[in-house]
């Protein structure tokens, strides 16, 4: 039977520029058999942290409530909408979200975090790092917290991935009555993400989670800017 | 330590009008230890098997692959996009999708499988059903397959929930560093229902999964239509 459980790991702290994130993350997991990371295990780290660690900080003005809107404005590359205060963008990763990706919450007064410049290197960097230097082999997914038109609230998805597939492609498979299906591309990789933000919270010091029990086959490479971002030209709402 | 557990239903077999979801769900979960429901549990239904119970099956022409094009029309309020034989519409509950949410597959051919007449109310008459009758509280949450503008593959969200949460309102909370958040209304209806699309999968039998360890705070009254349909009034992308 298929069963996946979702963990968050505690006792990560305080991310700072070019902090060694796979070390960070090997040592609080590591700190109790609970948490101890095993191979095939998806990694789901929010991207505050790696934004963090790959110093994309910028100093705002803390005093002025607006003082990040220049930002937003130079991290777009086409502005969507505006509604008072709120700019849905597009950003030059293709990411269509609420101010760029741009966030203050997390982020010492003063400070905005920008989203990290190629997530899935990101990610890579995460898996290699627990490979090669801790000897588990684990896939990484980036996580970000996206608004969506048309359905209220907020849901976390991925910005950036490596050792798991962006989309599964079950075009042609057999449904359960075995005719064959149309189509079926499923983004397994914000399922993932969202699944990890259920025990993650947002005002929690919990900024990885831990997917266990994922389908063997998702496992390979995979990349939210090659299979996740669509592109203009094939986009309806664009 | 936050921990979550999600695992699917087996040997629910194929549903016919009339039949009651509540007594087969709880038969099938009940066939193994492993995954009898306890108070507490978030149930995720596939639309399908509700639509089925439901009798929401329309005939169309088996021989004519067009031939639930006049129903995708009939069930629309709204038409906001056509390329080639894709409709994106809003249907009269409000949601916003391919075809209407009208599905061919895993239906018999012939027959296609129009969405619930309101879902939020198939919820809780599964919920109800359970607790007066089988004496187990658990949520229940019906869950459908939906694309998305700027981002390619499908998810699964929510379109009707009972005993959960639809949004979870973080507006104000402290973030870790224990500054006042500004908007985190967190879509977890939808989260929860992505997340029980990992175990479900598409061609295999599992119409029901069960997510264990949800927040207790999230266990309330909720609606889909009600917390997560956005009116066009609110809408930026209508």
Known sequence: MSRMEIFGIEGIGEIHAGDDLAALIHEASSSSTDTMLIDGDVLVVTQKIVSKAEDRLVAID???PLSHKPLVER??????????DLIISETEHGFICANAGIDLSNVESGWAALLPVDSDRSARRIRDGLRHRFNVDVAVIISDTFGRPWRRGVTD?????????????LR?????LGREMHVTEVAIVDE???AAELVMGKSTNIPVAVI???DPTWLR?????DEIVRSPSDDLFR
Do not use: N
Not at 172 to 176: E, I, L, N, Q, V
Not at 221 to 225: E, F, L, M, T
């Open 62 to 64: 803390p005093t002025d």
């Open 75 to 84: 991290e777009s590359v086409r502005i969507l909408r505006r509604r008072g």
């Open 157 to 169: 998805v991925a910005i950036g991935c490596a050792g798991v597939a962006g989309i599964v492609d």
């Open 172 to 176: 042609g498979t057999p449904d359960a």
């Open 192 to 194: 993932l993400a969202a």
């Open 212 to 214: 266990r029990g994922a």
């Open 221 to 225: 490479d995979g990349s939210v800017a």
